[in-house]
C-alpha cells in the first residue's frame, strides 16, 4: 500500500516507516518539523536502503498544502501521528493543542476524503483511560476524565473518527492507544530526541546516564505499587511500529472501526526502570525522591490480548532491549540528531 505518514518525522512516525518499508509499502511524510528534524528522515531513509524517503513540509492544518500532496499521488491509507504531545505544555497553552491535534484532524480527515481515502489509523494513548477502572486496562474499560488537555485531544478525537466510520463505513478507522513508548532502533540510528528538559522518564534516564543531567527525579515512592513508585507499560518503539502495519492488514480486511491497546502488558515501576538501565548498560543514573507530580497515576498496564486476537500483533521485545536500545542511541547521539 501507499501511505501518507503524518508526522512521519517524530520518534515513533521515524521508526513506523522502517516497518512499513520492510513490510513491502511505501510512504510519504507529511510533517511541519514543529518537533522534528528532517535529519530523522535522512537516517531513515538510509536504514531502509533508498535514496530519500518522499517528504513534503506542510503542516496538516494547511488545506491548501494538504491538497497538493494529495493531488500528486493516490494513498491506501494515512497513518497519523502529528499531533502535540507536551502534557505540562498542554495545560499551559490549551487552545494551541485543541486547534492543533483537532483542528489538524479534521482538515486531514477532510482532505482525505474528497481524495476517497478512507483508511486512518490514529495515534490514541493511553491517557484516555484516566485514572483507569480496572487494571489490567482493556479496551472495555470506560473511557477516564483526562487530567489534561493533550489526554482531552485523544479522548475527542477519538469520538470524531468513530463518528465518522459509524456515518460512512466506507471508512476503517483503527485507533491504536499506545501505552508507553521507549528504546530505539537498533542501529542506534534514530530515536527520541526532546527539545530541551525531557518530561518522560526514559529520555531523562539516557540524559542523566550521558551525563547531560545531574540525577533524576523519581516522582513519589508512596504510591501502593510494590516499590511505591509509579508502575507503567513500557513499550518498545519497533514492536509499536510493528503494530501500525498489523493495522494496515486490518484495514485491508475491511475492519470498520478497530480499537486496540498497545502495550506489553507487563507492568514496571520507575525503580525498575533504572535497575534494568543500569544493569543492562553497566552505567550510573543516580536519582532521588521527590514529590508525586500532578495528574500521575499509581499503576497503568494493559491486557494486550485483543490486539493478538485480531491483528495478530503481540510485543517481542522486553525491557533489557527497552533499556539497551534508548541508551545506544543516546550514547551515539549525545545532542540528539
Ligand atoms: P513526536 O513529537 O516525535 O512526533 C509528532 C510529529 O508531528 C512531529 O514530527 C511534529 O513535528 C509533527 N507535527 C505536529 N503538529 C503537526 C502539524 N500540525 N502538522 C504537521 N506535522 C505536525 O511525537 P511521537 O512521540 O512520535 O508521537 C506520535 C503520536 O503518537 C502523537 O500523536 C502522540 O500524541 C502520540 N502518542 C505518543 C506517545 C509517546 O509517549 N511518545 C504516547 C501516546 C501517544
Ligand atoms: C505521560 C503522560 C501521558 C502520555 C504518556 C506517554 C503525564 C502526566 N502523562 O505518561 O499523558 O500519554 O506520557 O507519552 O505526563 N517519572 C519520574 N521522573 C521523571 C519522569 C517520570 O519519576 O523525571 C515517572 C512518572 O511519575 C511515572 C513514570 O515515571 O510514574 C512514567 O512517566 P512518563 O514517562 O512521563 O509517562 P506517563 O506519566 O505514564
Not at 233 to 260: N, P, T
Amino acid at each position: 500500500m501507499n501511505i501518507l505518514v503524518t508526522g512521519g518525522a517524530g520518534f515513533i512516525g521515524s521508526h513506523t516507516l522502517i516497518e512499513l518499508y520492510k513490510a513491502g509499502h511505501t510512504a510519504v511524510v507529511v510533517d511541519n518539523l514543529d518537533n522534528s528534524n528532517p535529519e530523522a528522515l535522512r537516517r531513515v531513509a538510509e536504514i531502509i536502503g533508498i535514496p530519500e524517503v518522499p517528504f513534503h513540509k506542510v503542516d496538516i492544518r494547511d488545506r491548501e498544502g494538504l491538497e497538493r500532496v494529495f493531488a500528486a499521488q493516490k494513498f491506501d491509507a494515512c497513518i497519523h501521528f502529528a499531533g502535540l504531545k507536551s502534557v505540562g505544555e498542554s495545560v499551559e497553552k490549551p487552545w494551541e493543542y485543541y486547534e492543533n491535534n483537532i483542528g489538524g484532524t479534521l482538515v486531514l480527515v477532510d482532505v482525505m476524503r474528497r481524495h476517497g481515502c478512507k483508511n486512518i489509523i490514529f495515534s490514541s494513548s493511553a491517557t484516555i483511560y484516566g485514572d483507569p477502572a480496572e487494571i489490567p486496562i482493556t479496551e472495555n474499560c470506560p473511557k477516564g476524565q483526562c487530567t489534561n488537555p493533550y489526554g482531552w485531544t485523544k479522548s475527542m478525537l477519538e469520538q470524531v473518527l468513530m463518528d465518522i466510520q459509524k456515518a460512512d463505513p466506507e471508512w476503517n478507522v483503527v485507533l491504536l492507544r499506545y501505552f508507553n513508548p521507549v528504546g530505539a532502533h537498533p542501529s542506534g540510528r534514530i530515536g527520541e530526541n526532546p527539545n530541551g528538559i525531557p518530561n518522560n522518564l526514559m529520555p531523562y534516564i539516557t540524559q542523566v546516564a550521558v551525563g547531560k543531567r545531574q540525577e533524576l527525579g523519581v516522582f513519589g515512592n508512596d504510591y501502593p505499587t510494590p516499590d511505591g513508585t509509579g508502575v507503567r507499560d513500557y513499550i518498545h518503539v519497533v514492536d509499536l511500529a510493528g503494530a501500525h502495519v498489523c493495522a494496515l492488514k486490518a484495514i485491508e480486511r475491511k475492519c470498520g472501526l478497530g480499537v486496540y491497546n498497545v502495550g506489553t502488558g507487563h507492568g514496571y515501576s520507575v525503580l525498575d526502570m533504572v535497575k534494568a538501565f543500569v544493569r543492562v548498560n553497566g552505567v550510573d543514573v543516580p536519582y532521588s525522591i521527590k514529590p508525586r507530580r500532578a495528574g500521575d497515576i499509581a499503576t497503568c498496564y494493559c491486557n494486550p490480548a485483543k490486539a493478538k486476537a485480531e491483528l495478530g500483533w503481540e510485543a517481542k521485545y522486553g525491557i533489557d532491549e527497552m533499556v539497551r536500545d534508548s541508551w545506544n542511541w543516546q550514547r551515539q547521539n549525545p545532542e540528539g540528531f
